[in-house]
């Protein structure tokens, strides 16, 4: 009646037993080390405009500035620092509530190619400062998807932005093109910009992530666009897919089902007698 009384399968549960308490050490060590790295990243994104709020405020209240028209720029200049906060947090937010699993899609069906004029009326504003063209190429004038149409309004606000931010040319162009498959929808969005170096290109989609900090910045990017395309896009179970050429330009490219009621349609109607 020793220690050697332990029988095999007594000792393999033990072994059992203490490897998957290393696993849940090791999960947990990684768990720690993603929360750090994800605080780190979030108080850094949240540093630059607050300082540059907090300096302009101390100018201004130094009474060193008596140009009303200065003191009218340095006010906008903190109330655009404020909507970029804003645009960090409730991008986090939205973040968040993907990844704890709290957003529902809310399907309908909807004309996709309607959707996408209305991002470019929307983004045209943006787009005038360079001298760009938004085009769409469709193979026909009505495709009618099913899917969360103010997810995928998301999802192209942060492509075709993309696009507009990234863009390096005298004459930017912007395709945004759709066609009909058999069972969905396919969507690209293509630029002919800067482009990204193909070690570059894997990391795109992590969170935070940026080519260049500092263009990226300067353009009122947060690195959290192409996270929330992607969690939208999984949540529609739609792979999302890149190509790009440095220096010539990016393609995005996904799919959405076809509405039933579009292939519905295609089928004769009956008349009953
Ligand atoms: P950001 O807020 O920085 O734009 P995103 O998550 O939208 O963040 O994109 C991540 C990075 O991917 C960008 O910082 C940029 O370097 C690169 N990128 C995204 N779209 C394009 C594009 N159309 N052309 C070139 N680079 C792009």
């Known amino acids: 009646d020793s220690d050697y009384d332990i029988g095999f399968k007594e000792l393999e549960e033990k072994f059992q037993e203490m490897n998957q308490k290393n696993a849940e050490i090791d999960m947990m060590k990684e768990m720690e080390t993603y929360r750090k790295e994800y605080i780190g990243n979030v108080s850094h994104e949240l540093k630059t405009p607050l300082f540059s709020i907090q300096g302009y405020i101390e100018t201004l209240r130094d009474g060193g500035v008596e140009d009303l028209s200065i003191r009218d720029k340095y006010l906008q200049r903190i109330d655009s620092s404020v909507e970029r906060l804003l645009n960090i947090v409730k991008d986090l937010d939205m973040i968040n509530r993907f ?89 690209s969005i293509e630029d002919n910009g800067m482009g990204i170096k193909p070690e570059n290109l894997p990391r795109i989609f992590e969170r935070f992530y940026r080519v260049e900090s500092s263009r990226s910045r300067k353009e009122g990017g947060s690195g959290l666009g192409l996270a929330i395309v992607k969690h939208i896009m999984e949540a529609h179970k739609q792979p999302i897919s890149v190509e790009s050429v440095y220096l010539s330009g990016t393609k995005f490219k996904f799919k959405l089902d076809k509405s039933s009621a579009d292939r519905l349609r295609k089928v004769k109607p009956i008349t009953l007698p």
């Open 99 to 187: 990844e704890s699993g709290q957003i529902a899609l809310k399907y309908s069906t909807f004309d996709i190619n309607q959707l996408i004029q209305e991002v470019f009326d929307l983004l045209d504003l943006e787009a005038d400062r360079h001298t760009m063209t938004m085009q769409l190429q469709t193979t026909q004038p009505q495709l009618f998807v099913y899917a969360d149409k103010h997810k995928i309004s998301q999802v192209l606000i942060n492509l075709v932005s993309n696009a507009v931010k990234y863009a390096n040319r005298e004459e930017a162009q912007i395709i945004v093109s759709t066609k009909e498959g058999t069972q969905s929808i396919h969507i």
